[in-house]
């Protein structure tokens, strides 16, 4: 198969990195791609809301699927955009129509979504600018800490958590009146505030079948102790020690088949995959928000836990036939961990020489906010810089391969957390010993 795969970032490293393991894979394209994808395929100067510009070249390359990473062009419409085209009725898409993409794009519609269909999620309001004043009263009314979200797409830097009322009303006013984020906060979600153990499930579905990916815990804090800014992810690791096969029972039930039953009853078309956000609550799951793609840096953990074909998988989903494909999962554990410019998720500096090593045991390095300079020189271009994932067969060999070969990496003010993982070790977790199985 000739696959465009669209995207620029550390998830699309690591899916064009799975992708050309396949021997279904013909000829990969990554659109705008980075340095590291550039190792694996062929990067193409396109932008992912450069309808026209992909929709052409989808034609004269002859693809046969296409398989859209970042959430921007399907809350855009793309999926909807290139079926539209002539010729185009049959492509292989992996990625949601424009409302299924809603599920991402406006908070406010995911929430009723999920009340809609009985989902467990924490109590909430939405406020406009102008109902600041009745924004404000409510806020007098709930417990704290309160959660405040930019309605619309703020990538993944919308969320406060609001420790203390001053705070709160401070906030709402800088999101709603002062545009914090921009037409994101045009509309802000107030949020009971959850308290338990955060992670992520990922599903892949066709719109009527589904499977459950390998779950993961993310970091987004920028600081050690999860103290600091939200980021979009300092690292991440998987399996998950603390869902266990009765609490991932509870996921399916309560949270993943109402989900796609909702999307089916409800005319949503979808096909591709659906990042779940949750709160582990004394062993009850409840939904902290939903993504319409694979999250970051979390995919870099659990696509090498992938054993089965993953471009099978992929085609099963555009074509509708994921119920008859069988997902195998490897029984290693994966961490991850993000090294960043100094000053993300804040101001920051680009342009300096990023040194990597020559090889990495038990490793494998994707690159995020890196590009080349004029002489070919690899130089941090963004925030997230490089994702390093170790495997191992339990998460203390997993974290010691991902910063043995961080310590071989180094550009000027790079930064990292130096904690990832470590609170599940304080935990007791060490080994899951699990045995590779067939979902």
């Given amino acids: 198969m000739n696959i465009l795969l669209l995207g620029s970032g550390g998830r699309e490293h690591a899916f064009a990195w799975k992708i050309t393991q396949s021997p279904r894979c013909n000829q990969l394209f990554v659109a705008p791609g980075n340095p590291g994808t550039a190792e694996v395929a062929i990067n193409i100067p396109l932008g992912v809301t450069d309808f026209l510009g992909i929709y052409k070249f989808i034609q004269t390359q002859g693809i046969d699927l296409v398989v ?3 959430e921007e062009p399907l809350v855009k419409g793309l999926v ?3 079926h539209a085209q002539p010729g185009m009725e049959y492509l292989l898409i992996v990625g949601p129509s424009q409302p299924g993409a809603t599920l991402e794009g406006s908070k406010d519609f995911s929430k009723k ?6 989902i467990p999620t924490a109590a909430y309001a939405t406020f406009q600018a102008n109902q600041l004043v009745e924004g404000l009263a409510y806020l007098e009314q709930q417990s704290l800490p309160i959660v405040l979200k930019a309605d619309g797409l703020a990538a993944g830097k919308g969320v406060l958590i609001c420790e203390n009322l001053e705070e709160a009303k401070s906030s709402l006013k800088e999101m709603l009146v ?3 984020f921009g037409e994101a906060s045009s509309k802000v979600v107030i949020e009971e505030f959850l308290t338990g153990i955060e992670l992520s499930v990922f599903v892949a579905t066709d719109g009527v079948s589904y499977k459950i990916l390998p779950e993961a815990k993310d970091y987004k804090r920028i600081g050690e102790g999860d103290t600091g800014l939200n980021t979009g992810g300092m690292g991440a690791v998987s399996p998950v020690p603390f869902a266990d096969a009765a609490f991932l029972s509870k996921v399916e039930e309560c949270i993943v088949k109402p989900t796609i039953k909702g999307l089916e009853k409800e005319g949503i078309p979808y096909k591709g995959f659906l990042f779940i956000g949750l709160m582990n609550k ?3 799951p409840y939904v902290i928000e939903y993504n319409v793609r694979m999250g970051d840096p979390e995919t870099e ?5 992938i054993e089965s074909d993953f471009v099978d998988l992929l085609t099963a989903i555009a074509g509708g036939t994921l119920a008859s494909y069988t997902i195998q999962l490897s029984p290693k554990t994966c961490a991850t961990v993000v090294m960043v410019s100094g000053g993300y998720p804040e101001g920051y500096e680009k342009g300096f020489s990023i040194f990597l090593p020559e090889k990495s045991i038990g490793s494998v390095l994707f690159h995020s906010g890196t590009a ?3 002489s070919g020189m690899l130089t941090n271009s963004g925030g997230r810089v490089l994702a390093v994932t170790g495997m191992g067969a339990n998460l203390e060999e997993a974290l010691a391969a991902a910063y043995g070969t961080i310590e071989k990496v180094s550009w000027k003010k790079a930064y990292f957390r130096r904690d990832i993982g470590q609170d599940i070790l304080r935990l007791g977790f060490k080994s899951l010993n699990l045995e590779a199985e067939a979902l």
């Fill in 68 to 70: 859209i990473g970042p």
């Fill in 80 to 82: 909807d955009y290139l």
């Fill in 113 to 118: 979504f999920m009340l809609r269909n009985s």
């Fill in 178 to 180: 002062d545009a914090k």
């Fill in 282 to 284: 004394d062993g009850e």
């Fill in 301 to 305: 953990a659990v696509l090498p836990r």
């Fill in 372 to 374: 080349r300079s004029e």
